[in-house]
């Protein structure tokens, strides 16, 4: 548009010498508002969070938590938007096709990873169209029985697999979720026979092993910790690396034997590949500030949750580990999205 401006000027003034410095300062002049538009500090205008699972829920809970925290860290609004289906791949693929500015973020959950495996029809590559910003937080799950079962602890459920083979159950929320999916990384590392039931949604699940309907469950600690405070099912062990800071005596199952045990549900901020390498760190450097913070932490850990940092690297390097180890387990168990 300058170059135009300048050529359009010049040409008028061919007749008359002394014009054309007159152009030239004339399309500086109009230059200076487009220069100060292109050199505009970011964040410049609100922010999109988009969140790929309903209100209400671990991960929605989590972005309502982060935003505030992260609008007055950035001087502009972040506005959590739910586009809820395809366990989180709805959401995910608006940001995987948004403008890579910086102003469309993903709250990605550990289904994202999951995902690549489980579905074979995707029309977006997690891996190729996001770039990994910050981790925010972990949720473990816990496996837990119901009280009609006599195992205390970890080996006695595997002991009691081992005996009536092909007898204890285990309910999930569904095929592909972190609940089956955590179940048979379980089968594998104690080489056990457990049988699969699954449910519509982890509710229906949590109530059938209350009634003793079934025998088990590898569930989020979030939402069978009541359920474990009222006495109505029993835990026998914790499934990530390390112990919960909600539960800090009940051991891993890591811990009692069973080595490379570690499952856990995790949320962290993605954005568009093309996203700035600039405007990453900015955002990294912002969330990592939010989630070392008191006020944060105990939020998450009110809700079960634990919080996580890390730099862009590392997050990423924790994203293809997870792609990489139930990519595995998705293919082992044959199951596939409904």
Same mark, same amino acid.
């Given at each position: 548009?300058?170059?135009?401006?300048?050529?359009?000027?010049?040409?008028?003034?061919?007749?008359? *010498?002394?014009?054309?410095?007159?152009?030239?300062?004339?399309?500086?002049?109009? %230059?200076?508002?487009?220069?100060?538009?292109?050199? =505009?500090?970011?964040?410049?205008?609100?922010?999109?969070?988009?969140?790929?699972?309903?209100?209400?829920?671990?991960?929605?809970?989590?972005?309502?938590?982060?935003?505030?925290?992260?609008?007055?860290? @950035? &001087?502009?609004?972040?506005?959590?938007?739910?586009? =809820?289906?395809?366990?989180?791949?709805?959401?995910?693929?608006?940001?995987?096709?948004?403008?890579?500015?910086?102003?469309?973020?993903?709250? &990605?959950?550990?289904?994202?990873?999951?995902?690549?495996?489980?579905?074979?029809?995707?029309?977006?590559? %997690?891996?190729?169209? @996001?770039?990994?910003?910050?981790? /925010?937080?972990?949720?473990?799950?816990?496996?837990?029985?119901?009280?009609?079962?006599?195992?205390?602890?970890?080996?006695?459920?595997?002991?009691?697999?081992?005996?009536?083979?092909?007898?204890?159950?285990?309910?999930?929320?569904?095929?592909?979720?972190?609940?089956?999916?955590? #179940?048979?990384?379980?089968?594998?590392?104690?080489?056990?026979?457990?049988?699969? /039931?699954?449910?519509?949604?982890?509710?229906?699940?949590?109530?059938?092993?209350? &009634?003793?309907?079934?025998?088990?469950?590898?569930?989020?600690?979030?939402?069978?910790?009541?359920?474990?405070?009222? #006495?109505?099912?029993?835990?026998?062990?914790?499934?990530?690396?390390?112990?919960?800071?909600?539960?800090?005596? /009940?051991?891993?199952? %890591?811990?009692?034997?069973?080595? #490379?045990?570690?499952?856990?549900?995790? /949320?962290?901020?993605?954005?568009?590949?093309?996203?700035?390498?600039?405007?990453? &760190?900015?955002?990294?450097?912002?969330?990592?500030?939010?989630? *070392?913070?008191? %006020?944060?932490?105990?939020?998450?850990?009110?809700?079960?949750?634990?919080?996580?940092?890390?730099?862009?690297?590392?997050? =990423?390097?924790?994203?293809?580990?997870?792609?990489?180890?139930? #990519?595995?387990?998705? *293919?082992?168990?044959?199951?596939?999205?409904?």
């Amino acid at each position: 548009m300058t170059v135009q401006c300048l050529n359009d000027h010049l040409t008028r003034a061919r007749s008359w *010498r002394y014009a054309a410095p007159i152009a030239l300062g004339l399309c500086t002049v109009a %230059a200076v508002p487009q220069a100060m538009a292109q050199a =505009a500090p970011w964040p410049a205008k609100p922010l999109r969070l988009v969140v790929g699972f309903a209100p209400g829920g671990n991960v929605d809970i989590t972005a309502r938590t982060l935003a505030p925290a992260l609008s007055e860290s @950035l &001087g502009q609004p972040v506005l959590v938007e739910n586009r =809820a289906g395809a366990g989180g791949n709805v959401g995910a693929e608006v940001v995987a096709r948004s403008v890579p500015d910086g102003y469309t973020m993903l709250l &990605g959950a550990s289904s994202l990873a999951v995902n690549i495996t489980l579905y074979s029809n995707l029309s977006f590559d %997690a891996q190729k169209d @996001l770039v990994a910003v910050a981790p /925010v937080s972990n949720v473990p799950l816990v496996l837990t029985v119901n009280p009609r079962v006599p195992a205390k602890d970890a080996r006695a459920y595997v002991a009691l697999a081992k005996q009536g083979k092909g007898r204890i159950t285990y309910a999930s929320a569904g095929i592909g979720t972190s609940n089956h999916l955590t #179940g048979e990384l379980f089968r594998s590392v104690a080489g056990i026979d457990i049988i699969h /039931v699954p449910y519509k949604g982890s509710g229906t699940a949590l109530g059938d092993l209350v &009634g003793g309907q079934v025998d088990s469950m590898f569930d989020q600690l979030t939402s069978s910790l009541p359920f474990i405070r009222a #006495g109505k099912v029993r835990i026998l062990g914790v499934t990530s690396a390390k112990r919960s800071s909600l539960l800090p005596e /009940v051991q891993t199952l %890591a811990e009692q034997g069973f080595a #490379g045990m570690d499952a856990s549900t995790w /949320v962290g901020i993605f954005a568009q590949a093309a996203t700035p390498r600039e405007i990453v &760190g900015r955002l990294n450097a912002s969330i990592q500030k939010i989630t *070392r913070s008191t %006020a944060f932490r105990e939020r998450l850990a009110s809700l079960g949750a634990d919080a996580l940092e890390g730099s862009p690297e590392q997050f =990423a390097q924790l994203f293809r580990d997870e792609v990489t180890k139930w #990519g595995a387990i998705v *293919r082992s168990s044959g199951a596939k999205a409904e």
